[in-house]
């Protein structure tokens, strides 16, 4: 059962203009928090070389600092997710921009592999900076408000991924590594105390305990395939440390779903995956995730070929980012318009648009991507796509569940459109890799059937955004779900 307790930030109501001055401030410091995350999410894979040169470790062992960081967050964000619905966002959120921001500087700091490593673990705890903001969001803003705010929060975790791929490059070569902490934890230090002195905690709980049984498996679970994903393609998918993982992972996940139907007080509530509006925007959200880490690879990688191949550009690191950046801008720009488009005809038309954009996005280059035209019209529809597609996806779930539970929910989703990110890197690092020259260097067709396979994740988008449920049968499902709170399922 949720309770609602709201104490008053002054003795006085405040006037429009202060609560709406409030509410910007309040949605500044979330997206510089959102912002930090996500750019150390992908700052780090450009410079994996360099790092483990300058540590004295070899690249493979220097992807432990992806690893880690991937486990951690994965891990770490429902749990705390939970507790932010159980004894408050904003003390919870606090905690975690706190994590993060030793763990930012411990890295900056890190004399070796395994301090690093330490460090990355502390900063995925900030997986949860997401659904705890997203849950802070619905609480206290008003809800004209809520959807556009929220389409901005979650492009703003594509924008970061693609900002971390195009500053990566650029920050190593005018400074050092070390600066790829450095700059973020300054961001990090202003979103912490923004936390602490500018966002009232949350007056939606639901007390209770965490579900330490349920935590364990999951960890288990988790651990298991997202490990066995990573780490794959080092090891052989026939290798049988990976065939054990993913059967373990596999086998724990169901126990996991099990295990929460049954308890009073289930870490996740796996019920809420029966509503279609929450289920069709998992699945979304796992095709997004594959496509944007499907693009995050594919096209710095064709760009940095040597052009005497006939089918590279020659560029360096710095100058493939910048390609990018059009894919970033249109991510900001088409989270926006999502979130103004959600209020008037529901998430499931953003979704459907998000998925055709992105399923364009790569027939394009699949078809043909020998010219510049090509790649940054492809990257400019994929950032228009996945803008569109997180913002409708979150905004589904929080029009498919109770306030209480909002934090919870979208918990889920970060961590399923993370497993779609670890699967995207994995497929498309394995189809690079296994069509290469007797010299190394990666065949044309590695990327087309590289292009074709994110095409093919598009569509599955599409296809469950179709079956997403209409406007109309959301407000039953929510009115049946006990959601009041969101302004595009009143009736008009």
Do not use: C
């Not at 594959?290 to 590279?312: H, K």
């Not at 998430?347 to 991507?369: E, N, Q, R, W, Y």
């Not at 590289?450 to 598009?458: L, Q, T």
Request: charged share 10%; aromatic share 6%.
């Amino acid at each position: 059962m949720s309770t609602t307790t709201r104490s008053p930030i002054t003795g006085s109501v405040p006037t429009a203009g202060a609560a709406r001055g409030r509410g910007t401030a309040i949605i500044l410091f979330l997206s510089l928090g959102g912002l930090s995350f996500a750019v150390l999410q992908s700052l780090v894979a450009p410079a994996l070389g360099t790092i483990g040169s300058d540590l004295g470790v070899a690249t493979t062992d220097a992807s432990w600092v992806l690893t880690a960081y991937l486990l951690s967050a994965s891990v770490l964000t429902p749990i705390l997710g939970r507790l932010g619905d159980m004894v408050g966002k904003r003390r919870v959120i606090i905690v975690v921009l706190a994590l993060l921001l030793v763990g930012t500087v411990l890295a900056a700091l890190a004399p070796n592999l395994g301090v690093l490593i330490v460090a990355r673990i502390l900063q995925g705890a900030a997986g949860a900076v997401m659904p705890l903001s997203i849950g802070i969001v619905r609480d206290e803003l008003p809800k004209e408000r809520v959807s556009v705010t929220i389409g901005l929060l979650s492009a703003i975790f594509g924008i970061g991924a693609g900002v971390g791929i195009v500053a990566a490059g650029p920050i190593v070569e005018a400074l050092s590594w070390h600066w790829l902490f450095w700059l973020p934890a300054v961001l990090v230090a202003i979103a912490l105390l923004g936390a602490i002195f500018g966002i009232p905690e949350s007056p939606v709980r639901t007390p209770g305990r965490l579900d330490l049984v349920g935590t364990a498996i999951l960890t288990v679970g988790l651990v298991g395939l997202l490990l066995a994903i990573s780490e794959g393609e080092k090891w052989g998918w026939g290798d049988g440390k990976t065939i054990g993982l993913l059967a373990l992972g596999a086998v724990a996940l169901v126990v996991f779903v099990f295990v929460e139907l049954r308890v009073k007080e289930p870490l996740i509530d796996v019920r809420l995956f029966a509503h279609r509006g929450v289920w069709t925007a998992h699945v979304v959200a796992l095709a997004f995730g594959f496509a944007m880490f499907g693009t995050f690879i594919l096209v710095p990688t064709l760009l940095q070929l040597p052009s005497a191949l006939g089918y590279g550009f020659g560029l360096s690191v710095t100058e493939a980012g910048l390609y990018l950046l059009p894919t970033v801008v249109a991510m900001v720009i088409s989270g926006v318009l999502a979130g103004i488009l959600i209020r008037r005809v529901g998430p499931k038309i953003p979704m459907v648009l998000g998925g055709v954009s992105v399923t364009v996005a790569f027939v394009l280059p699949a078809l043909g991507h020998g010219e510049t035209w090509q790649i940054l019209l492809s990257g400019i529809l994929t950032g228009i796509g996945i803008g569109m597609a997180l913002a409708a996806t979150s905004n589904a779930i929080v029009e498919s569940v109770p306030a209480a539970q909002t934090s919870e929910a979208i918990s889920a989703n970060t961590v399923i459109r993370t497993v779609g990110s670890s699967v995207g890197t994995a497929v498309i690092a394995a189809l690079i890799s296994s069509n290469v020259s007797p010299q190394g260097a990666p065949l044309d067709d590695a990327f087309t059937v590289g292009f074709w396979a994110s095409a093919g994740v598009g569509v599955l988008a599409i296809l469950a955004a179709l079956v997403a449920p209409s406007l109309r049968a959301r407000r039953r499902e929510a009115a049946a779900a006990g959601v009041t709170d969101a302004p595009e399922l009143e009736g008009r």
